[in-house]
């Protein structure tokens, strides 16, 4: 059972909306209660898919994580002993090869490139040494592997492709996202002597390069979009933003308490916008 948590931790729980968000997007307006087909993509976008996302990432970034705070909980992941780690890499490929082999079967062989770029992604990002994670700006980059969900979404639930111009709003939304967990990070990655974009930026130039990518963001809902309700709910994001920098924390590091009051505060907001960007389809029409 200990080991089992562990293994739960390392999955990131507190995470999971993202990937379950990037699931939902093609299925904009369809009755998915009674769908085998959604309920199967759902199951593998909780636990299965974070636990290969990221359980290969604690692994490697063992030293890193031992100098991390907000480590060792279900909100930001696991912090294991060297025992429990070693028990990641035989369950972490076979489950790989359990869930791609399945999706390959269920769905068919034209999704291979799918599981395989994912695959290929994941190795590149955490490859001992020069991988993505220790190379900025390439962390970044790796990011676009999130996307691969929603090819998978429309593959398996058979929906209509989403427009390229929304790959782009997702292609801002992953970048941003990471960008974020760095700044939240950033001591410790640099006790570690770890290497990312906020590492080389600083907090405050990261901080800028969040700002102007949700600022983007904004103008895209707002303008080719012309949805105003879920381009209003990032547009108050992006007021926070500006006052995080310039009046609230500015510089200055955040406490344990207030990472984890961010993180929970950005699972609701995830919800309530995953409903409605579900509910309206704002997403996959331009």
């Keep these: 059972m200990k080991l089992l948590l562990f293994w739960i931790k390392a999955s990131r729980p507190g995470l999971w909306f993202p990937a379950l968000w990037l699931y939902f997007l093609p299925l904009s307006g369809m009755d998915i209660r009674y769908s085998t087909d959604f309920w199967l993509g759902f199951i593998f976008a909780t636990f299965p898919l974070n636990f290969i996302i990221y359980a290969w990432n604690d692994y490697v970034d063992h030293e890193t994580d031992k100098l991390n705070p907000r480590k060792d909980s279900f909100l930001f992941g696991a912090k294991g002993t060297r025992e429990q780690l070693n028990t990641l890499p035989p369950i972490l490929f076979g489950f790989q090869l359990l869930c791609y082999g399945f999706f390959i079967w269920?769905?068919?062989?034209?999704?291979?490139?799918?599981?395989?770029?994912?695959?290929?992604?994941?190795?590149?990002?955490?490859?001992?040494?020069?991988?993505?994670?220790?190379?900025?700006?390439?962390?970044?980059?790796?990011?676009?592997?999130?996307?691969?969900?929603?090819?998978?979404?429309?593959?398996?639930?058979?929906?209509p492709q989403v427009p390229w111009l929304t790959y782009l709003y997702l292609v801002?939304?992953?970048?941003?996202?990471?960008?974020?967990?760095?700044?939240?990070?950033?001591?410790?990655?640099?006790?570690?002597?770890?290497?990312?974009?906020?590492?080389?930026?600083?907090?405050?130039?990261?901080?800028?390069?969040?700002?102007?990518?949700?600022?983007?963001?904004?103008?895209?809902?707002?303008?080719?979009?012309?949805?105003?309700?879920?381009?209003?709910?990032?547009?108050?994001?992006?007021?926070?933003?500006?006052?995080d920098l310039f009046v609230i924390y500015k510089d200055n590091t955040y406490t344990l308490n207030q990472m984890k009051i961010f993180g929970v505060g950005s699972n609701l907001i995830a919800l309530a916008s995953m409903v409605y960007v579900w509910w309206s389809g704002v997403l996959m029409e331009v």
């Design 106 to 159: 269920y769905i068919g062989v034209h999704s291979i490139w799918l599981f395989t770029v994912l695959f290929l992604v994941l190795l590149a990002y955490n490859f001992p040494g020069r991988g993505f994670r220790n190379t900025p700006p390439l962390e970044l980059f790796a990011q676009f592997g999130y996307l691969l969900i929603v090819p998978f979404s429309v593959m398996l639930n058979d929906t």
């Design 172 to 243: 801002l939304f992953a970048v941003q996202s990471q960008l974020i967990g760095e700044v939240m990070d950033i001591e410790p990655d640099r006790k570690a002597n770890r290497h990312t974009t906020a590492t080389r930026l600083g907090m405050r130039n990261t901080k800028l390069l969040i700002i102007g990518i949700v600022a983007l963001e904004v103008i895209l809902l707002m303008t080719v979009y012309e949805d105003y309700i879920f381009g209003g709910m990032l547009a108050l994001g992006l007021i926070w933003l500006l006052l």
